[in-house]
């Protein structure tokens, strides 16, 4: 190799060249807290007003199995900054105040790539990945390759109504005016109106409080249901009005922007829905899926999936491959062009194919472990359309055919032996794989809590 040749090759590994401007896609990743599979009309919801997604999903792609990467809300956002499976990552369980877990450094996040190739980045909401929020303790949102943010540690406080925990840049807000996703859904929009750099492409994070407790919800958004009698029907079913409003907000000012055709937008949740659903303010609907959030059956994990991507998407288009959280990390460095790291596992695979409705080929299949789960479904595994359910100790199994029992009713564990074999061979595989390469320490100090059912009044 002659010095010539040497120097072009050492420009060409120091950089990494955004494509043409034209063509390089901005991204908005727009994420919910504790909504059910069932919670909006797109998905079959019948009662619940969500206009704004329901326009959104006939221009793009409506997944029918789509899933969080776990059944609470923390490990759900790691997975999709890093495209890693939760404990693998490191945070392994949703993050009280105070506690030590949270997304190390030593991560590699969806916004440090794109900031290093030429983007803007900004994240709006819910953060909830560590417990030293605005504290120079743990890594925040800006030490993640974030540019702007504006966050909270968790759960909007005291509630949706005039939150007063909010942190813009690192300097408490104080009380604001008005309810939570519209207030987060209005900052995202300024900062796109009033301060990015309009020389570069963008990452939106857009992380709604809603539809999570404490719940609180406008009278306009509840004014729909009014003659239902239940308040706390009244203000689930508003709070799902609510985040489609903030969501319609953001939407508009990409039209409005000029910037609609050259973004890339997806919409989520981060797990299932709270509670039984048959009392307060935790209504959410599965849909008719088993279990609910924390959940590693169907209920816990399947989320609403919608992406649209104008030009490369068919609008209108519905497809039941199986897509995850972590996946959002790949795809999106795909369509960009940037290149996965390789010093370490990268669980998620590009969506892109799926957007045509072709199978994914994934080298780690889809993989859940909740901490706090029942402990009859602590962790799963699915391959194909073969679902593995582990308990906690990892010595008793369900299996199902999920294509066919999407409901999870019939365990064919005892009828299919030898496929129950297989599947149990590469959970532990995979298992020790992510036990190996995650912070195990973190875990293994503190053991997963035990959830007791309460005892039935006499």
């Known amino acids: 190799m002659n010095y010539f040749h040497l120097i072009l090759l050492i420009l060409s590994t120091c950089a990494l060249p955004l494509p043409a401007a034209g063509n390089t896609p901005n991204i908005v990743i727009f994420l919910v807290d504790d909504m059910g599979w069932g919670d909006l009309g797109c998905y079959g919801n019948e009662v619940i007003q969500s206009p704004n997604l329901d326009k959104f999903a006939t221009e793009g792609i409506r997944f029918t199995q789509c899933y ?13 900054l890093t495209g890693r499976t939760p404990y693998r990552n490191g945070v392994w369980r949703w993050i009280p105040g105070g506690h030590a877990c949270h997304l190390r450094e030593s991560e590699i996040t969806l916004p440090e790539l794109l900031r290093k190739a030429g983007y803007d980045t900004c994240h709006v909401g819910k953060w909830h990945l560590n417990g030293h929020f605005n504290s120079d303790k743990q890594p925040q949102p800006g030490d993640h390759g974030y540019n702007h943010w504006m966050a909270t540690q968790n759960n909007a406080a005291p509630s949706h109504k005039n939150p007063r925990n909010f942190v813009l840049n690192g300097e408490p807000m104080g009380e604001l005016q008005g309810f939570s ?7 995202g929009v300024r900062w796109l109106k009033e301060v990015r750099d309009r020389k570069k492409p963008f990452l939106l994070s857009v992380w709604t409080h809603e539809p999570h407790l404490p719940i ?24 799902i009005t609510q985040l489609d409003h903030a969501f319609g907000i953001v939407v508009k000012a990409l039209e409005d922007l000029g910037l609609r055709d050259n973004t890339i937008v997806f919409f989520t949740s981060d797990n299932g829905p709270e509670g039984r659903g048959n009392r307060g303010r935790t209504r959410g609907s599965t849909g008719g899926l088993r279990g609910r959030k924390r959940d590693s059956h169907e ?10 991507w104008p030009g490369k998407i068919m609008p209108g288009s519905v497809s039941d491959v199986p897509v995850i959280g972590s996946d959002i990390f790949s795809t999106v460095l795909d369509v960009t062009g940037i290149p996965l790291p390789k010093d370490r596992t990268i669980d998620g695979v590009s969506m892109v194919p799926a957007f045509d409705d072709k199978q994914l080929q994934r080298s780690v299949p889809l993989f ?8 009859a479904s602590h ?7 073969w679902k593995l359910i582990a308990n906690q100790s990892f010595d008793k199994f369900q299996l ?14 005892s009828e299919n032996p030898a496929k129950l074999s297989e599947m149990k061979k590469v959970f532990f595989e995979v298992l020790d794989g992510i036990e190996k390469e995650g912070p195990s320490d973190w875990w293994k100090k503190e053991p997963p809590r035990r959830r007791t059912p309460k005892k039935s009044k006499k």
């Open 68 to 80: 969080s990467a776990c059944g609470v809300c923390s490990p759900s956002r790691s997975a999709i």
């Open 181 to 187: 996703a519209p207030l987060v859904a209005g900052e």
């Open 216 to 239: 609180e919800s406008g009278e306009q958004f509840m004014k729909p249901y009014a003659d239902i009698q239940d308040e706390g029907i009244r203000q689930y079913n508003g709070n």
């Open 299 to 308: 209920g816990g994990i399947r989320v609403a999936g919608l992406v649209r």
């Open 368 to 375: 859940w472990r909740t901490h706090i789960a029942p402990a």
């Open 379 to 385: 962790a799963a595994l699915r391959i194909g359309d």
């Open 400 to 413: 199902y055919d999920i294509q066919r029992d999407w409901r999870e009713e019939q365990d064919l564990a």
